[in-house]
């Protein structure tokens, strides 16, 4: 069980500032994500893509501020639990018990929803059979590509994790890229690289098809693909993967007792503060007249947030209000002393 001051559910940029302003104020938190990495929409949906309306920066893409926002919480040497999606929240006295999907579990006096618009999960391939082989010879996602290491791999889809993927591995195993369509969605310099590979009899691509079946016991031994004209044909693959993007779901937070408003949780606008003692909601997730689905007012509702876990944290403290240009506390916590003498 890991304990701490603050459970962060989602590493979007309203959770990530979380850390900041928890951090500022001397309590430490945990943040966990289904995806494998921090900023949430930002990284996944508009990497590229320029944001004009975060205070003081002109512009910036949503990597770029996922890169900013993850230096400016670097002193505080938060945990991060990627992959891993929060199913359960039990309350034990005074505090929450977080369970995640992968059996971990967390304990701490506040829990800290910047869930977003719900955890972000792999689209799954329709066929019934492949449940079974989730996680043993179907993934949908790389978290260790020594698994795929001098085996047959199957890789479906037509955008950038589909192309990266079958680009990087196609250095270990050999790779079949396929694709409902005859045009790829991912960056062309990526594939013109994969066209030189398949002249060069290193990666093998297949379109317009459909996976139709999968073949095996234990481990997957085949599988039939269906092109446009009704041919089918026989693949012998020992793994497959698929990239046909992300779904987002709110899943598990709808059965957690909050107060809901349509998809998102009510909270009250002093503090940010769900139905539950100890259970707040930011950034896009939360509701309250008036409410703003922008990145600015999640960092608003996670300064105020903050305040009231610290009530939660130390109740035997009085919590200071003080400016970071003025408090050496702060700037200790900042790791900044050194640098101001
Ligand atoms: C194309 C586009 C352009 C945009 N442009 C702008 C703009 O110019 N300016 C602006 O201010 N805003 C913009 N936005 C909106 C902005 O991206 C969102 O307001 C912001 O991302 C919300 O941040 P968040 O941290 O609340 O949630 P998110 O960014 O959605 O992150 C939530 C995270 O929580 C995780 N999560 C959810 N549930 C669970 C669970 N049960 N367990 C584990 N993890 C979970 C998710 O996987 C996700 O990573 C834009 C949005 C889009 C889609």
Redesign the pocket.
């Known amino acids: 069980m890991i304990k701490t001051d603050v459970i962060i559910?989602?590493?979007?940029?309203?959770?990530?500032f979380a850390v900041h302003q928890l951090g500022i104020k001397g309590l430490k938190a945990e943040v966990?994500?289904?995806?494998d990495k921090a900023?949430?929409?930002?990284i996944?949906?508009?990497p590229e893509?320029p944001?004009?309306?975060?205070p003081a920066i002109p512009e910036c893409t949503?990597k770029e501020l996922t890169d900013n926002l993850l230096k400016q919480i670097s002193p505080f040497e938060t945990n991060f639990h990627y992959n891993?999606?929060?199913?359960e929240v039990i309350q034990e006295k005074e505090n929450w018990i977080v369970k995640?999907n992968k059996d971990k579990k967390f304990i701490a006096p506040n829990i800290m929803i910047?869930?977003?618009?719900?955890?972000?999960e792999p689209r799954k391939l329709a066929l019934k059979e492949a449940e079974k082989f989730e996680n043993k010879s179907i993934f949908y996602s790389v978290t260790n590509k020594e698994v795929f290491k001098n085996k047959s791999l199957c890789i479906f889809g037509g955008g950038d994790s589909a192309l990266d993927w079958a680009l990087e591995l196609s250095k270990t195993s050999k790779v079949t890229l396929l694709h409902r369509r005859n045009e790829f969605r991912g960056a062309p310099h990526t594939l013109s690289e994969i066209k030189k590979l398949e002249k060069q009899n290193k990666i093998s691509i297949k379109t317009p098809c459909q996976l139709i079946s999968i073949k095996g016991e234990k481990d997957i031994e085949s599988i039939d693909i269906k092109y446009e004209d009704e041919k089918i044909e026989k693949i012998k693959t020992d793994i497959i993967l698929s990239f046909f993007g992300l779904i987002?779901k709110?899943?598990?937070?709808a059965e957690w007792g909050l107060n809901m408003d349509k998809k998102v949780i009510s909270v009250n606008a002093d503090n940010f503060q769900t139905n539950k003692p100890g259970i707040f909601a930011?950034?896009?997730?939360c509701t309250y007249p008036g409410k703003l689905?922008?990145?600015?007012s999640?960092f608003h509702e996670v300064a105020l947030a903050s305040v009231e876990c610290f009530k939660r944290a130390r109740p035997n403290e009085k919590y200071r209000f003080e400016f970071t240009t003025s408090s050496k506390t702060i700037q200790g916590r900042l790791g900044l002393e050194k640098k101001n003498d």
């Open positions: 559910i989602g590493a979007g940029p309203v959770g990530l966990i994500d289904n995806l900023g949430g929409q930002c996944e949906l508009y893509k944001i004009y309306d975060i949503g891993e999606r929060v199913d995640t910047a869930g977003g618009v719900g955890s972000f987002m709110l899943g598990p937070i930011v950034g896009d997730i689905k922008l990145i600015l999640g």
